[in-house]
């Protein structure tokens, strides 16, 4: 019953801006830690952003100065905007809760495709 919904990517060009957007059912997003990874073909999962439950927010080197996340806590949604969009950020995006008993759930989207191409 806890599901975590991402929309928002699509196909861009280098400089470009996307809004993702997760939107949670079943848990309170703002009770959790909240986060945004990304995969691309041949690589690892890799963290991009998170948010936590106490507001505490890291981002990945690559994207830190370009990407902000946040939260809406009425909306029950946390957003990823991504601004200057380079080719290397090509990749699914998926949205991540941790929280829980002993902070040990953890729950995935099903993610959403951002592509950026010339």
């Known amino acids: 019953q806890v599901q975590l919904v991402e929309s928002g990517g699509g196909l861009v060009q280098p400089g470009e801006s996307l809004r993702l957007s997760c939107a949670a059912s079943g848990i309170i997003a703002g009770g959790y830690n909240m986060g945004w990874y990304r995969q691309a073909p041949g690589k690892q999962r890799e963290m991009v952003a998170v948010i936590s439950a106490g507001n505490t927010i890291n981002y990945d080197d690559s994207v830190r100065g370009r990407f902000t996340i946040s939260r809406d806590i009425p909306k029950n949604t946390v957003y990823l905007q991504m601004n200057n969009l380079k080719v290397e950020d090509t990749a699914v995006y998926s949205c991540?809760?941790?929280?829980?008993?002993?902070?040990?759930?953890?729950?995935w989207g099903q993610g959403t495709q951002v592509t950026v191409a010339s």
């Open positions: 991540n809760a941790r929280g829980g008993w002993f902070n040990r759930d953890t729950y």
